[in-house]
Each structure stands twice: as C-alpha cells, then as structure tokens.
C-alpha cells in the first residue's frame, strides 16, 4: 500500500514562506491529478491548488501568485511553495494524489501563521 509522507509546516511569521513536501512511499501510476488541500479549524476541508498532468496548475483565487505547486518524478515527490504567508492560511495541509482508480491522500501538516 503506497502512503504519501508530508513534511515541511511549521510557524512563519506574516509575510514569511515555507514549502510543503508530499512523497510517495512507492510508485504510482495513472495519475490525474497532484494536489494540495487545507482545513482550518472549524472549516471543512478546502482545495489550494492542483496540478493537471502533465504540468497544468490551478489555484484558488486567495493563493494566486503567492503559492506554487510543482512535482518531482524522480523523487516521487510534489511541493507547494508559500510565500507572503498570511495570518488566515494557518491550516492542515494535505496532499492528494488522484489516479484513474484511487485517490491517495497525505497525513497533513500544520502550517500556523500567528496574528
């Protein structure tokens, strides 16, 4: 059973960046779509971005030109780079890999940016 591996969150400060990393235990193969997702407290989980292979990329309104999502096949690995980290982006973030038959979620991190 292939898992993904999250790292990278942490406390930033306002206006600081982090980068998340997802890595895949094993191969995978059929794969759509790598995303990322984040759920505040209190909130259901939300998308952040996505990246349509082959290197399509979407992202919600808020993330736009602050976030990037990007990959690396040889390490099995998908990142999302955050810069000018706001107060309101303090969340779990999960990763999610989405084939033609299973999706593959990561076991989150948190991110916390304090007022």
């Known amino acids: 059973q292939v898992q993904l591996v999250q790292s990278g969150g942490g406390l930033v400060q306002p206006g600081g960046s982090l980068r998340l990393s997802c890595t895949a235990s094993g191969s995978i193969v059929d794969i759509v779509t790598m995303g990322w997702y984040r759920q505040a407290p209190g909130q259901e989980r939300a998308s952040v971005a996505l990246?349509?292979?082959?290197?399509?990329?979407q992202y919600e309104a808020s993330m736009q030109g602050r976030f990037t999502v990007s990959r690396d096949n040889a390490k099995n690995t998908v990142y999302l780079q955050m810069d000018e980290l706001r107060p309101e982006d303090t969340a779990v973030y999960y990763c999610k890999i989405r084939t033609i038959d299973v999706d593959y979620w990561g076991n989150g991190t948190l991110v916390t940016v304090p007022t």
């Open positions: 990246l349509i292979l082959p290197e399509t990329t």
